[in-house]
């Protein structure tokens, strides 16, 4: 991760450390050190049943992550570390020693407000400049921030105010401030309330000018790698939320070993210094984990608050982004979009061709680094060089023209399109990890994918499968535990340094991860067969006119399926047929219908009859966040969805 001739982060200390404290001796590959990466395996009966990669860098022992700015500013004063789009739309860089110089004065106003060691300061806001300032000035000031989803609501933010104790909270304009409305009086905790549209960040560094520097000096030479950093709320598919307590130590296991590890994505092989533009939410950890690490390794970072089609393609254009952080529906409408528009233009049959070249081009090359196929034929490497100009750059175009890389995680992805974007130039790298894991706890290893997979365990992670197919983590990024105020701070979260993900998975023998389903969402049919749905469901959801998908069919005699229509695919379909028909019509049209059963026909290739869906329905309306029927991240609400279509669900089991 670095910018222009910034040295190997490495090498790079943290201060107070000492000499070797963060250095990983030993050649690179140029692609990762995939040489000191490979796992060491565990096997039961044959079968692999624990994966472990060493880590690549020592634990971090002294200082926190208040010092990163302060550092980078030490270190390499002009490189840029930050993007930051002004009213114009124009994006203008921000220094080190910039960043550190509003990180300085933003902590000291926190210290002139009166918020003392430990204060949690509560963000609300979509991904913006103002969000990254804030998180690393109240960490240089002792804190501990607790990011809440802008799309919360007045109870969902009183809930999470209340239990984290947040003396003060930030939010992003002034109909945030004023949609907590009556919940104020219920909080008597919340001393300070912040509108970044306001300049109240600016308003806090001028209440600081007369601060001496010293006394952020002083706060943060009292934290540590075990100091508390901040409360991420799980958004949870059902109940309430519980606050996932992350050390300062847990990101650093996290983002170090994945800076090194990932050497392609964060430090840049060529002349064009690394960067990325984030429009995840800064909310969730993964969105999170990759801003730290950005700072950390001096990656230009960018911040994209809306996700619009029109207005994130616009930043991507501006910006120029040499790799994204994506979870897979962002990935898959870039693919349906650049089919729709071939469509439009007559040419869908050059780019199903062109994107079967591209899948197939990208399984020769990961066979290739496997040492199991000769790689790329030269009339495949003719053909997809054909295709370039005509379909593949387009697609790398509505990126931003210059990424190569993506990072995924979220959902799988899927053999399909992580092949298609292998060929296209655009090399995925899937990973798997939770909140309680500060983000990935796999990985797809550089210059060893296998797709359909989501890799090995990140260095310095363990991964084990419990009799029962659980899987479960060990690993220095795993959380500390949940927030508790009642019992006085944090409950553990695992006891015997094994976190029990709820999530079920194997490992194949050579030690990549593949998550088949959660437990609690496994379906057991009246015949007694058991079933995950999320691989049907994943399948589905990546066709260009299916919105959302949930598989049914628990303690019922077979698997049926809810299907949501994806609005601008199911728009472009309806120009292309000439149909005008509402959204209820669109539900029985028959021509909808067999196309969808197509899809499912083909989602039921890959499991077996007894597991296979005997009969959807499609409903009029999208399954969102504002009904109920999805989190924050985008996981499907099971329990409110099947509440709220019951009466569809019944339909599907009459004869």
Known sequence: MSRHQVPDVSHHQVPGAGPGDRQVPGPTTGHGRISRAEPELKRLDGEVREAYVPPLVAPVTHGSLADIPFDNARDAPHDVVLGRKGPTGAWADVTAAEFAAQVLAVAKGLIAEGLRPGDRVAIMSRTTYEWTLLDFAAWAAGLVTVPVYPTSSAFQLRWILQDSGAVALAVESAEQASALGPERDRLPDLRHLWVFDKDHLGQLAERGRDMPDAEVSVRRGVLGPDTLATLIYTSGTTGRPKGCALTHGNFFAEVDNAIELLHPVFKSLTDEPASTLLFLPLAHVFGRMVAVGCLRARVRLGHAPA?????????????????????????????????????????????????????????????????????????????????????????????????????????????????????????????????????????????????????????????????????????????????????????????????????????????????????????????????????????????????????????????????????????????????????????????????????????????????????????????????????????????????????????????
């Open 307 to 655: 996700l619009t089609t029109d207005e994130l393609l616009a930043d991507l254009g501006g910006f120029r982004p040499t790799f994204l952080l994506a979870i897979p529906y962002v990935l898959e409408k870039v693919f349906n979009t650049g089919r729709a528009t071939a469509e439009k233009m007559g040419r869908a049959a050059s780019f199903d061709r062109a994107a079967a070249i591209a899948r197939r081009y990208g399984e020769a090359v990961e066979e290739q680094r496997h040492g199991t196929g000769p790689g790329p034929t030269t009339r495949l490497r003719l053909a997809r060089a054909f295709y370039d100009p005509l379909v593949y750059r387009r697609i790398r175009a509505a990126l931003g023209g210059k990424v190569r890389y993506a990072i995924c995680g979220g959902s799988p992805l899927g053999h399909r399109l992580a092949s298609f974007y292998a060929g296209a130039g655009i090399e995925i790298y899937e990973g798997y990890g939770l909140t309680e894991t500060t983000g990935a706890a796999t990985v797809t290893p550089p210059l060893k994918p296998r797709m359909g997979t989501v890799g090995w365990p990140l260095p310095g992670t363990r991964v084990r499968i419990a009799a029962d197919g659980e899987v479960l983590l060990s690993g220095g990024q795993v959380f500390r535990g949940y927030w508790n105020p009642q019992a006085g701070g944090v409950t553990p979260g695992s006891p015997d340094g094994w976190l029990r993900t709820g999530d079920l998975g194997a490992l194949d023998a050579d030690g990549y991860l593949t998550i088949t389903g959660r437990k609690k969402d496994l379906l057991i049919t009246t015949s007694g067969k058991n079933v995950a749905p999320a691989p049907l469901e994943d399948w589905l959801r990546a066709h260009p006119l299916v919105g959302q998908c949930l598989v049914v069919g628990d303690n019922r005699p077979y698997i049926s399926a809810l299907i949501t229509l994806e609005p601008e695919g199911i728009a472009h379909w309806q120009r292309m047929k000439g149909k005008g028909a509402t959204a209820d019509e669109l539900t029985r049209d028959p021509d909808l219908l067999a196309t969808l059963q197509r899809a499912v026909d083909d989602a039921n290739k890959q499991v077996s009859r007894a597991e296979s869906i005997r009969r959807f329905a499609v409903l009029p309306v999208d399954f969102a966040e504002e009904t109920g029927h999805l989190t924050p991240s985008m996981k499907l609400r099971r329990d409110a969805i099947e509440r709220d279509f019951a009466g569809v669900i019944e339909g599907l089991y009459r004869r």
